[in-house]
């Protein structure tokens, strides 16, 4: 008798073990299919500012939008080079968290409460120009003249 029991708590035991693979499997094909409907955009647009905590601000408030993937603010150009799932989310929600921590954007004037509060080195010229050239070629400027 004790032989039978035992034998019955190996199986149970064998089968949750499998039951735990299965759902292991499960999530990995989850995975794959999200990744299949992922539609990559990137796109630069200019943002005013001038130091280097503007430039954390700035990543920051636009790596807050959901589904953005990267930001990188370069201070020379006054510009901003974003990566972001086009399936979730458009340009225009980037444009606005920038403005609403403070930033001019190409589209988006920045928050005026959220720029008075702002660290002094960070409260830039609203008159600066943006999407300026630089050594590299630009593509979203060519054939407009400025």
Not at 29 to 51: D, H, I, L, P
Not at 105 to 120: F, I, M, Q, R, W
Request: glycine share 10%; hydrophobic share 30%.
């Amino acid at each position: 008798m004790k032989k039978v029991i035992l034998s019955a708590a190996i199986m149970a035991t064998i089968g949750l073990v499998s039951c735990k693979n299965d759902t292991k499997k499960e999530t990995t094909k989850t995975e794959q299919t999200t990744g299949k409907e992922f539609a990559m955009t990137s796109t630069t647009f200019g943002v005013r500012g001038n130091c280097g905590m503007c430039k954390n601000t700035i990543e920051k408030a636009a790596k807050s939008v959901d589904g953005l993937i990267s930001a990188e603010w370069d201070g020379s150009k006054k510009q901003v080079k974003v990566s972001f799932d086009g399936s979730k989310k458009d340009i225009d929600a980037i444009h606005k968290a920038i403005a609403n921590s403070g930033y001019d954007t190409d589209k988006v004037a920045g928050n005026e409460e959220s720029y008075k509060n702002l660290p002094g080195c960070c409260q830039y010229d609203h008159n600066m120009e943006m999407s300026l050239k630089g050594g590299t070629k630009v593509e979203d400027h060519s054939g407009h003249n400025h």
